[in-house]
């Protein structure tokens, strides 16, 4: 089984919404977060999506849900007090509805810009690999300040950037966060740097480069501007 986690239980504050968190935002009427979810919802290879969201905007989702015909979501579940613990919680939803051996693809629920050839890269080399996380290529100098004060500034050649989906086999994305409740370790940036410290070697393909995550003002223009590209392309040709 493949399934999909999306994460969708942020405020925001960086968007500067007052009315909304950014995930509800609207674009031609329909809220960021659909955007996402039609996505997966629209593939073929997809069975099924968990929805971690702020939990005071469930019903609004759910309304949303059925407003769209979204008709792959099995459960929507509130966020935790951290970004680990709201995936934590998809994760135990997803495991509850499908095997532990099942392909999970987590992913951000305002990157509504990926494309179906991503979810299908995902979905064969996590199946091959165990895992899989879509990178970019970087196009700017990474700088990395050691402890010591010093500065390494690895080749950008060999330099990549993690973006979304992160895609793990649904047994052993889990073990990993038992592990770190177990720590008490709450604060990871995201699953693959999760995954990695518990030993896991990862795998990487490359995704489009429009694959952004829309967390500022200059995104969501990013943004309108990209479905506006689509848009045009599916009504002229080109």
Not at 204 to 232: L, Y
Request: hydrophobic share 40%; proline share 5%; glycine share 6%.
């Amino acid at each position: 089984m493949n399934i999909a986690v999306i994460f969708a239980g942020g405020s925001g504050k960086r968007m500067n919404t007052v009315a909304r968190p950014k995930q509800f935002l609207e674009l031609n009427g329909k809220p960021i977060i659909i955007y996402t979810l039609e996505l997966f919802d629209n593939h073929p290879d997809i069975d099924g999506i968990v929805v971690v969201c702020i939990e005071s905007w469930i019903p609004f989702l759910q309304k949303m849900l059925k407003k769209f015909e979204i008709n792959k979501v099995v459960e929507v579940v509130p966020g935790g007090q951290t970004g680990q613990d709201s995936i934590y919680n998809g994760l135990s939803t997803a495991a509850k509805h499908y095997p532990k051996d099942s392909i999970v693809l987590i992913h951000d629920g305002v990157r509504p810009l990926i494309v179906e050839q991503t979810i299908t890269d995902n979905i064969e080399t996590a199946k091959k690999e165990g895992n899989c996380i879509t990178c970019v290529p970087a196009t700017e100098t990474f700088v990395v300040k050691q402890e010591d004060g010093s500065l390494n500034i690895p080749s950008r050649d060999r330099s990549l950037i993690a973006r979304a989906p992160q895609t793990f086999v649904l047994g052993d994305i889990l073990e990993a966060h038992e592990e770190a409740r177990k720590a008490d370790k709450h604060d990871f940036i995201d699953s693959c740097t999760m995954m990695s410290y518990y030993g896991h070697q990862m795998h990487t393909i490359i995704g489009p480069m429009e694959n952004i995550k829309i967390t500022t003002p200059t995104d969501f223009f990013i943004f309108r501007a990209m479905v506006q590209v689509h848009e045009n392309q599916q009504i002229f040709g080109f």
